[in-house]
């Protein structure tokens, strides 16, 4: 007798990777249902609005959205390039260090052109990597795997202060020093949400996980919020479905953890079904660091400066050095910020725009005990004063500040210590089969930035397609 | 410690490639072709390099990676790389 589901796949947790990866399933006709713990879909790439003002939680751009790009092509499968309006910032950011203020463009001739212009003996060489980086094909970016990003600038540079701007991107957006992180990976990043970067959707960032959902719906995928998976059902070294919260036995043929792959392994999976050497191993491996953020709002009635004006991404790098700024971030007082701003208006005041201002920093979550409210309001007013070196003032014109510390980002996700992009990409850990996509556990899969590649809105989202097409290839197979 | 060749080293090869491009080790046969047959994208080209060097402990020329075009041939140089290890 065949055995009774509930349905064909259910996906822990509704961030952006299970979001598409419930969306490319439920397309080929899988009976598909998401539990997400939050109210609302979107994990780090969800946004919240307070006082009228709105605040991306944390993600604050998207990119590979050229044509062909990895996002891009995922929202052509699922039909959803022309309903999800996304612009695009020129330039895509601002670099701003102690001395200069660098573009990084939507055209790579532009980058090039005006990093050759800050560095002109480096003109050359600003060239060859940059084409490099956007350009080449694999096999020529995997002679450089065994090779840090750090030396990989060592490789072609000898300005030490445009390795540290090119260094800082891969600090600021893989949480790792350059001497520490994978090449591979820091190129990828840069190529993917730098070069190909800067793009934004005009309702926030929540738009797309909001699209998403709205699309699995459509294609008869459920949803259901405010709901926590406690166990993932196990029986003959095959996942079967899962136990929620309330009690809840929901049966499935397959299992598909989008959520903290700690959570899953060694809270969610009961002790007996795993192998004491993969909790192990899952245990010593390294997270990528947290983020520290602050949350301004502002009246634009004010006399405000004129940097805000319009929507921006600005970079900041108060020290010359990269050693510098890694150390500033694990003493926790970091000397590096992102800081973007958006403006709104504000539909029952229509004389009125909102400002939102966000300042974002990489930081250690060091334990739950650390964050007291001292601690958070003394960084908080640390990083308002670094973004007061973008915009004198800003804390004066903000009638709303808000805070989310690694521990508000722990408790949001579930994501361990709070980590921003999975596993930390180190050489030693990019590609280390220790948490494969397929898990030991038959029937149960993993994706999103747990699942030991890449992290970023773009490869996540990718990390759900590839799960997915394995799992139609399986039913195929039958 | 002797740098011995396992015995299944083909099962293990397969095995690390089924796991990076998420299919089963039966689905791969000599002649399967990563472009052709599994759709490999170049990133997932760069993690099988990455993991079959991470466990085989074993450096691949990077002039060798564009011509590993079948299940057959990188198996053959993950073969020849022990073999030379050994030596």
Not at chain 1, 120 to 135: G, H, M, N, T
């Amino acid at each position: 007798m065949a055995e009774h589901y509930d349905y064909d796949a259910i996906i822990i947790g509704a961030g952006i990777s299970g979001l598409v990866c419930g969306c490319y399933l439920a397309k080929a006709g899988l009976k598909t249902l998401i539990v997400e713990k939050n109210a609302k879909v979107g994990g780090y790439c969800a946004s919240f609005t307070r006082q009228g003002y709105s605040f991306d939680a944390c993600a604050h751009a998207l990119g590979s959205l050229r044509e062909g790009g990895q996002l891009d092509k995922i929202l052509f499968d699922l039909e959803l390039r022309d309903r999800l309006k996304i612009l695009r910032y020129e330039p895509s950011y601002i670099i701003i260090t102690p001395n200069l203020s660098i573009k990084i463009h939507g055209l790579l001739d532009d980058t090039i052109k005006e990093f050759q212009r800050h560095f002109p003996k480096e003109k050359k060489q600003i060239e060859e990597l940059f084409s490099f980086i956007a350009l080449s094909d694999i096999p020529a970016l995997s002679r450089f795997r065994s090779k840090t990003f750090q030396q990989l600038l060592d490789i072609y540079f000898k300005d030490n202060q445009l390795k540290t701007i090119l260094g800082l991107l891969v600090l600021g957006f893989v949480g790792l020093p350059p001497n520490q992180a994978s090449s591979v990976v820091g190129c990828l990043i840069i190529r993917e949400f730098v070069f190909d970067g800067g793009y934004y959707p005009l309702k926030k960032m929540q738009a797309l996980p909001d699209i998403l959902a709205q699309r699995l719906v459509e294609l008869k995928g459920e949803i259901k919020t405010a709901k926590t998976v406690k166990k993932v059902i196990i029986q003959d070294g095959k996942a079967r479905g899962v136990t929620l919260n309330d009690g809840k036995r929901i049966l499935s043929r397959y299992i598909i953890s989008a959520c903290d792959v700690r959570k899953l392994f060694l809270e969610m999976i009961d002790e007996e079904n795993i192998h004491l050497h993969f909790r192990q191993k899952i245990t010593g491996k390294q997270p990528s660091p947290s983020s520290f953020l602050v949350y301004l709002g502002i009246r634009s009635e004010e006399q405000i400066s004129s940097q805000l004006q319009s929507d921006k991404n600005i970079i900041l790098l108060n020290k010359l050095d990269i050693d510098d700024l890694y150390s500033s971030m694990i003493s926790h007082e970091s000397q590096f910020l992102l800081l973007t701003s958006h403006i709104s208006t504000d539909k029952s005041l229509q004389s009125y725009k909102n400002i939102s201002v966000c300042l974002e920093t990489n930081t250690l979550y060091v334990n739950d005990k650390f964050w007291t409210k001292g601690k958070i309001d003394m960084f908080a007013d640390r990083l308002i004063a670094l973004g007061e070196l973008i915009i004198p003032n800003l804390s004066k014109y903000a009638s709303l500040k808000l805070t989310a510390s690694p521990v508000s980002l722990n408790k949001w996700t579930n994501n361990y210590q709070g980590a921003s992009y999975g596993w930390a990409s180190t050489i030693e850990q990019f590609c280390n089969p220790f948490a494969s996509q397929k898990t030991e556990i038959e029937n149960l899969y993993l994706t999103g930035h747990w699942s030991n590649r890449s992290s970023g809105i773009a490869f996540v989202a990718n990390h759900g397609y590839d799960i997915a097409n394995s799992i139609l290839y399986k039913e195929k197979r039958k | 410690m002797p740098n011995k060749i396992p015995d299944n080293l083909e099962e293990e090869v397969k095995k690390l490639i089924a796991d990076v491009i998420l299919r089963e080790p039966g689905d791969l046969k000599p002649e399967t072709n990563f472009w052709k047959d599994l759709q490999v994208d170049s990133i997932k080209a760069i993690e099988i390099v990455v993991a079959i060097e991470k466990r085989f402990k074993i450096s691949i020329r990077d002039e060798q990676v564009p011509k590993i075009t079948t299940i057959g041939e990188a198996l053959a140089l993950v073969k020849q790389a022990l073999e030379k290890k050994k030596e």
